[in-house]
Every structure is written in C-alpha cells, then in structure tokens.
C-alpha cells in the first residue's frame, strides 16, 4: 500500500486549525493507520494508531480521522511546538509497512 | 521505562558492511516487534524492515537482500546489518519497538545513529 500525504508543505500561524492528509493506495485494513510527529534533530513520536487512538500525553487539540483510504490529522488551534514533519505510517501484520512522504507544517 | 539505546555514529567507504545495535533496557527485548526505519539527509522516513518476538522477519522490498535483521535475546540487542553500502545509504537509522503493534506501534525509538558513506 502507498500513502500519499498532502499538502508537502503547510503555512499556518499559531492558534489557526491544520488539516493533514493521508491518502492510502489501496483499503487499509482494520485501520492500521498512524501519525508520528517529528521536530528537527528527534526520534518521530507517535500520536495516534488505528487512525484515531490517541497516544499517551498527546494533548486533545490533536485528532486523527478516517477509514478505508482516507486519513486526516487535525490540530485544532496550534501552538508554537506543534510545528514539524508529520508522517503517516500504515502497519500491520503481513505486509511490508509504509510511510508517507511526510507535511511539513510550518510558522506563517 | 522502556529505553532505546543505539549504537554510535559510522563512516564507512563504498561496497564496505555496516552494523547497527539497538538495547532495550528496562524489560526484556524477547517480547517486542523491533522496526527498522531510514531517513536519508533532508528526506522523509523509510521503513526498513522488522523483527517479530518469535524471530520472523520482514523486509522492505527496495532494500531486500542487502539488509539483515537479528536479535541477541541473551543481551536485549537487535542488529541492523546493511551491505555493500553505496552513497543513497547515507542517512540517520533508526530503531523502533513495541508490544503490541495494535496498540501503540512504534512507541518508543532509539536516539538514531548516522551512518555516513563516503569513499
């Protein structure tokens, strides 16, 4: 399965709503959809799995969205540490994984 | 807590054999999916491959055949091994793990470890 995130590059300012798209080739199946989100120089950190299960200490602002080959991430009013590289990442068990090409979200 | 410990950076030329550990400290490594990902200078992430508690692997079609995935349950390690290195392979490498991957996949990853190429 190939994922196709939109848009490449996003210009918000704080407090504004984004919107994060994840478009997968093919039917993903239970859901096995993730969003990481990665600042420059760290580690990716996961946000939500099986599209819309939130991870530990991800604020509420966050949501994750979506079934079948459509996925989103949405931050609700963004902070100024919310600006980053947010990838999906479709998983399972018997295939190989894939991640999408990644947004870059970054300061109006 | 769960800690994720990689090896150090590497320079090596091209056509040379790179291998990368990752510990876990804190539980045993035995009960983890261990992922591997690439993120080559400015780019985005690249999935390598995995290692499943009971030793199955599987592989990243573009990098099938010159990467090998072990674990050393004895001392809580995984390797990534990468041959006949080329200039594209230049990148961070990072490892990830976690119990279950229906809940919370990939939740906690190494720090990465830059592995340069260059003749």
Redesign the interface.
């Known amino acids: 399965i190939a994922l196709t995130q939109s848009p490449g590059i996003l210009s918000l300012s704080p407090g504004e709503k984004a919107a994060l798209s994840c478009r997968a080739s093919q039917r993903v199946r239970?859901s096995?959809l993730?969003w990481?989100q990665?600042k420059l120089g760290q580690?990716?950190?996961?946000l939500f799995?099986?599209a819309s299960?939130r991870?530990?200490g991800i604020p509420d602002r966050f949501t994750g969205s979506g079934s079948g080959t459509d996925f989103t991430l949405t931050i609700s009013r963004l902070e100024p540490e919310d600006f980053a590289?947010y990838?999906c990442?479709h998983?399972?068990?018997s295939?190989?994984?894939?991640?999408?090409?990644?947004t870059k979200l970054e300061i109006k | 807590e769960v800690q994720v410990e990689q090896s150090g950076a590497e320079v090596k030329k091209p056509g040379a054999t790179v291998k990368i550990s990752c510990k876990v400290s804190g539980n045993t490594l035995g009960a983890y999916n261990v992922y591997w990902i690439q993120q080559a200078p400015g780019k985005g992430l690249e999935w390598l491959g995995l290692v499943r508690p009971g030793g199955g692997t599987l592989y990243a079609e573009h990098f099938h055949g010159r990467v090998t995935l072990t674990v050393d349950r004895s001392i809580d390690t995984a390797y990534m091994e990468l041959t006949s290195l080329r200039s594209e392979d230049t990148a961070v490498y990072y490892c990830a793990i976690d119990r279950d991957y229906q809940v919370l996949p990939y939740i906690d990853w190494g720090q990465g470890t830059r592995v340069t190429v260059s003749s």
């Open positions: 239970s096995y993730a990481y990665q580690a990716p950190r996961l799995y099986g299960g991870a530990p590289v990838y990442l998983y399972g068990d295939a190989p994984h894939t991640f999408g090409q990644g």
